[in-house]
């Protein structure tokens, strides 16, 4: 069966410092991928997309993701977080239907 | 504005009472679909649906009922609603179901089943 794994519940990270969110997905060919945002009391709001080609995917708000298909990984990364990044970070995988990580809960100290 | 709109955003009810969490979307998506955020659990599918009058399980569709009779419409039912249905609901719609498209959501509904 399709899995997702974000092996960190929680990441601090200190405001300007660099960001890794990690993302493993079980699959038997090269899903499409995703990460989604969630911010205290919103809905998700897609950061970015990977379906095939060039291996490193730009996103909106600073954020980019890199595709490593011999990791089975698609981490997400950010050179310099801000407060406003604060929010819970969600991968996903599918064709027809997605299949979500369970999630990592970023914070951002001053 | 292209958007997904759940009503309620909140609920309280009471074990056995049945009811009805509305979304729509204006977008014109044929793609449907509900999740359930649970912490810790991420989201988990409930039902989809590819299309008009086309419903499909997802992984943890026990307790619920979907109908799509219209495009834009896309109600979750729960008949006998428990305890363990307590959780926020997401409403998601994309133009096709294929993973190509991004499914955008809808903000949310807080159930609490007493």
Not at chain 1, 70 to 84: A, E, G, I, Y
């Amino acid at each position: 069966a399709q899995s997702v794994t974000q092996p960190d519940i929680h990441i601090t990270v200190s405001e300007g410092a660099s960001l890794e969110l990690r993302c493993n997905y079980s699959y038997g060919a090269t899903p499409y991928l995703f990460w989604y945002v969630q911010s205290p009391g919103q809905g998700l709001q897609l950061l970015l997309k990977y379906f095939s080609g060039d291996t490193l995917v730009q996103g909106i708000k600073g954020f980019e993701a890199e595709f490593k298909r011999s990791q089975s990984s698609f981490n997400l990364r950010k050179p310099s977080v801000h407060w406003s990044d604060a929010a819970e970070y969600f991968c996903a995988s599918g064709y027809s239907t997605l299949t979500f990580g369970k999630g990592t809960m970023l914070l951002v100290s001053p | 504005e292209a958007q997904v709109t759940q009503n309620p955003r909140y609920l309280i009810t009471v074990t056995g009472k049945k009811l009805t969490v509305t979304c729509s979307q204006n977008m014109n998506h044929e793609y449907m679909s509900w999740y359930r955020q649970d912490p810790g659990l991420g989201l988990r599918q409930i039902y989809y649906s590819m299309n008009v009058e086309v419903t499909d399980k997802g992984d943890v569709p026990e307790g619920y009922k979907v109908s799509r009779k219209e495009k834009r419409n896309f109600p979750l039912i729960l008949e006998s609603p428990s305890p363990n249905q307590t959780s926020l609901y997401f409403c998601a719609s994309s133009l096709k179901g294929t993973g190509s498209y991004e499914q955008y959501f809808g903000p949310g509904t807080r159930l609490t089943v007493t």
